[in-house]
């Protein structure tokens, strides 16, 4: 039986993003890892934004925005993004230029099969997949088992819940150098519900109609809505040439409690995803130079997590979501309607001073947020 230093239980994101940091640092040159995976990772499954200052995969980005625009029902605003730039990375581009790149070192082994079980045992670790048995110094698990999560009620669960389709029209319509972050403007229907749009050029862009709710539609709802969109767009003719659909987890679900000396939950199987507003892809890359740091000090995996008080500002929303889910548009545009957009977004990225922190959360709704702090505190 094959024994490694760290094996690697499924090749997202967070995965790929933590190995790609490990090969690059001296400390794991002599180190065994492996990736196991049923999928090869040869499509384009998702797409994946973010924002940065010119840091990360400029040289795969699909697309980026220097400015963009969030919208309401009752207002809409156009904004700089700077000091950001808002990127669009294909999930395709991002394997084929990671797994080129790992290909390359001599100490990673990736094969394609299906993981069956995995477990901790003493001072090492059991893999088993369909075929063969591994054993490892350590864990690093991407298979994502809502099983724990749907079981309690402590810690609600949100869906961001969506589907996607990239048209081409017959007429210019879209404005190439802007996005739509977030359009609220489409009916909410009691649910919170947004039109998101990433032109590529005046006749192409991605749309996705996206839902903040607890429960999912079906897929025609979400079609109607994005045909609906269009047209209000004035575009009657246009060809659909790719699509996609996609549900993220948005909870404050401690994940990190399923941890162990010697597993550790990654990528959203361990809640590395910004719970309040869906966002993976920053968040990947944060966690997964903390943890190759974290690695070099620490032999005890259940001691890399910590909550600092950004989780608890989106336990209060996502309980706010989950109750009364028609006054999530309010929330984000109380945000949006004024101030530097720049600290909402170092808000979000989790970047921020208390002092700008209490700028961004008094600009919200007030009574939402005491109502959710009295339930979490008293109502449970």
Known sequence: MLHYHYIFTGTGLAALLTVREMVQHPFYQD?????????????????WCFWDEGQYFENI???AWETAVFADAGFERRFAMAPYTYRMIRGLDFYAAVFEELHQNPNLTFIQEKVVDFQELGNHCLVKTENQSFTCNFIFNSIFNPEPLIAQK?????????????????????TPDCATFMDFSVPQKGNTRFMYVLPVS????????????ANLLQREEYEWEIKAYLERLGVTAYTITETEQGNIPMTCYPFW???SERILHIGSAGGWTKAS??????NALKKSKALVDFLLQNNDLRKFHNINRFWFYDLLLIDILYRKNEVGSSIFASMFRRGKVATIFKFL?????????LNIILRCPKTLFIKALWHRFFGY
């Open 277 to 282: 507003t869906g966002y993976t892809f920053k």
């Open 257 to 259: 409690k399923h941890n």
């Open 61 to 63: 980005q699909h697309k």
């Open 154 to 174: 402590k810690f609600p669960l949100v869906h961001q819940h969506f589907v996607g389709w990239m048209v081409k029209t017959e007429t210019p319509v879209f």
């Open 31 to 47: 180190k065994k890892i492996l990736l196991l995976d049923a999928d090869a990772k040869k499509t384009n499954d998702r797409t």
């Open 202 to 213: 005046e006749n192409e862009a991605l749309l996705e109609f996206t839902l903040f709710s």
């Open 349 to 357: 990225d989790e970047e921020t001073t208390i002092s700008e922190d």
